[in-house]
């Protein structure tokens, strides 16, 4: 590099954006410290005013949301035997006996099925339509992004009316299989899109290279472009999994028992007066971690998902 | 017309299909394709014209068995001569104006920071983009106890910096503070979105240009707005119009955090459809309130795309 640049920006200049940008990190990032904190408050502490930022950490929080508890007479309270385990006495401390597993174990499990569930049949059939797409000509192709936008461009109610009779009809009400279709339906459009970017940038010379070699199509495209693929399919297969990760608006509509995931049912969170906070927290940190986690993963391919392939960087 | 994959397969050099043994590739090509478009001919177009087709009837879903009739436009008439719908497309109006000025300005503002190549940009990167690849249901919920008048830390917040009593106001009950709450959300998860976007744009720009303006004088001022601006426009346009077909449904941040309250300050037009749809069960109506939501988007997109590609070929 030369010794002088008129486009790289001078030490002060870098300065002053630095501070700036850790300032609005810092105030942006507040409110998601302020769950994980909560949810090691104790419920008095997450209440207290002013609120306390340093506090004595408890696990209150987490043992209730995953135990129901009750409230006994205080002379059958005084002659409990002591607590048997560590759980058991966070919850005497509150005045309480655990009363069974709360909801929140199954509701979890069920975003896990659904998210994976979903994001594997997308996947799955994103990258054979891609494939398709970006290899064989095919009219109306630019139209596709547009088509794609489209789709999304219906308020999630709207399209919640007709899969709601639908599935009605069909008994895939509050199913798994009917949440998995639908958050498929939701994706597969994006999945194709996306994927077909990464293919395209697959030069054809590798497959046709195979091809003359004496593989079929079939082959050609399992032993030459997945594996050249795999990145692409690996963020393409995040992206889908965010999306049902934090879907709520079909979720709520179309569940209500067996199926129901976790964003519909932290929201319901309820304690002693209203939502028991800490609890609430915790079972948002451990919803939004992983979430978190797959972004920080992601971060050289985000751009490219959060615009539906439009800015590739 | 010819079958689209029948161009395909002709299209595909013979050389290549030859050698091919097997299936061809015309029928790889339907192997491939057809599952997905059955599924999106399923979820996304048959869901569509059902809702087109229920729009014109009187027909409620909680009452499957009593006999449905044809009503004509009167839905449509109904709904473009309510009052009450014209409020909430002005609340939506609202929402939808001062989220994207404020991600506009914030989010580029950003992104020129974050281009000055400092130390520590990457990390810091991704760590303000966390909170958009949240769940917005979880998120407004927990923002209800964010804005708390007593304990909440937004009011503590303002009760430390201005000396306003935290108790003396609050943010998602009356006072007219409420629709303001829910712009500061969204503006709080969505700002790295059209950060990372004029990011990209700010980073296309090739450095000879400016290296160009420099041995012409020009000023780091005109700079900016000769050379910076437009070329980051196109970019920044694009963030407008995702964001703009996102927040013109919003949903589920907002029913968590305000439900629609107090009164109907805060109630946009999903938030209302999904009243009309899942608790009056007016589902005639509703389709046709959804397919007027729809309608208004798609032309307002189709229109902005068109100004999109105009800007992209100057």
Redesign the interface.
């Known amino acids: 590099m030369s010794a002088y640049?008129?486009?790289e920006?001078t030490r002060r200049?870098?300065?002053v954006?630095?501070v700036?940008?850790?300032l609005?990190?810092f105030i942006?990032?507040?409110?998601?410290v302020?769950?994980i904190s909560?949810g090691f408050k104790s419920g008095p502490d997450s209440?207290?005013?002013?609120?306390k930022v340093v506090f004595e950490p408890s696990l209150e929080g987490y043992v209730n949301l995953f135990t129901t508890r009750t409230r006994v007479g205080a002379e059958e309270f005084e002659n409990l035997p002591p607590a048997e385990t560590w759980y058991d006495q966070i919850v005497r401390d509150q005045g309480m006996v655990i009363a069974g597993p709360s909801r929140f174990g199954e509701r979890f499990l069920n975003s896990v099925i659904i998210g994976f569930g979903s994001t594997f049949l997308s996947i799955f059939?994103?990258t054979?339509?891609a494939?398709?797409?970006s290899?064989?000509?095919?009219?109306l192709k630019d139209d596709l992004l547009?088509f794609i936008?489209?789709?999304?461009?219906?308020?999630?109610?709207?399209?919640?009316?007709?899969?709601?009779?639908?599935y009605r009809e069909l008994g895939l009400s509050d199913t798994h299989l009917g949440m998995i279709?639908?958050y498929?339906?939701?994706n597969?459009?994006l999945a194709?899109w996306l994927l077909k970017g990464f293919i395209d940038e697959i030069p054809r010379e590798y497959e046709?290279a195979a091809?003359?070699d004496?593989y079929?199509?079939?082959q050609a495209f399992r032993k030459v472009v997945l594996p050249q693929a795999a990145t692409g399919i690996a963020s393409t297969a995040i992206f889908c999994l965010?999306f049902a990760?934090?879907e709520?608006?079909f979720a709520v509509?179309l569940t209500s028992g067996t199926a129901q995931t976790?964003?519909?049912f932290?929201?319901t969170i309820i304690g002693v007066g209203g939502?028991d906070?800490p609890a609430?927290?915790a079972?948002?940190t451990i919803?939004?971690l992983p979430?978190?986690i797959?972004?920080?993963l992601l971060?050289k391919h985000?751009?490219r998902g959060?615009?539906f392939g439009?800015?590739r960087? | 017309m010819p079958n689209p994959l029948d161009a395909a397969a002709r299209a595909t050099p013979p050389t290549v299909a030859r050698r091919i043994r097997g299936l061809s590739d015309r029928a790889i090509a339907w192997l491939f394709v057809a599952p997905t478009i059955f599924l999106l001919l399923a979820i996304n177009i048959f869901p569509l014209i059902w809702t087109v087709r229920l729009s014109f009837t009187n027909y409620r879903a909680n009452r499957p068995n009593e006999e449905v009739e044809w009503v004509g436009l009167r839905n449509y008439i109904r709904i473009l001569t309510d009052d009450g719908i014209w409020a909430n497309m002005q609340t939506t109006a609202h929402f939808l104006f001062w989220t994207l000025v404020l991600q506009v300005i914030l989010g580029f503002a950003l992104a020129w920071l974050i281009n000055r190549k400092f130390k520590g940009n990457d990390l810091l990167t991704t760590l303000i983009v966390l909170p958009m690849m949240l769940s917005p249901a979880v998120v407004g919920n927990f923002w209800t106890f964010l804005y708390q008048p007593q304990i909440g830390l937004v009011n503590y917040t303002v009760e430390l910096l201005t000396g306003t009593p935290a108790n003396s106001f609050s943010m998602l009950g009356p006072g007219g503070y409420a629709p303001w709450s829910i712009i500061i959300v969204d503006t709080w998860m969505w700002t790295p979105f059209v950060m990372l976007i004029c990011l990209a744009g700010l980073r296309s720009i090739p450095d000879y240009i400016y290296e160009a303006a420099e041995v012409d004088r020009a000023s780091k001022w005109r700079q900016f707005w000769t050379i910076t601006v437009p070329m980051v426009l196109p970019f920044l346009m694009l963030a407008v119009l995702f964001r703009g077909i996102e927040n013109f449904k919003m949903f589920d941040m907002v029913v968590l955090l305000t439900g629609g309250g107090p009164g109907n300050e805060t109630l946009l037009a999903s938030i209302d459809l999904k009243r009309e749809a899942f608790e009056k069960w007016r589902t005639g109506y509703s389709s046709a309130y959804a397919i007027i939501l729809f309608v208004t988007v798609f032309g307002l997109a189709s229109i902005y795309v068109k100004a999109l590609n105009k800007v992209k070929e100057r």
């Open positions: 640049s008129v486009t920006p200049s870098k300065l954006a630095g700036l940008v850790v609005y990190t942006t990032l507040l409110p998601l302020w769950i909560t209440i207290s005013y002013p609120p059939l994103g054979l339509a494939y398709a797409f290899r064989f000509k095919v009219p547009f936008l489209s789709t999304r461009m219906m308020p999630p109610i709207a399209v919640a009316i007709p899969i709601f009779l639908m279709l639908l498929t339906g939701v597969i459009s194709v046709e091809l003359i004496g079929t199509r079939f965010i990760w934090n709520y608006a509509l976790a964003p519909p932290i929201p939502q906070w609430v927290a079972g948002a919803f939004l979430v978190m797959f972004t920080i971060r985000l751009l959060i615009t439009a800015v960087k």
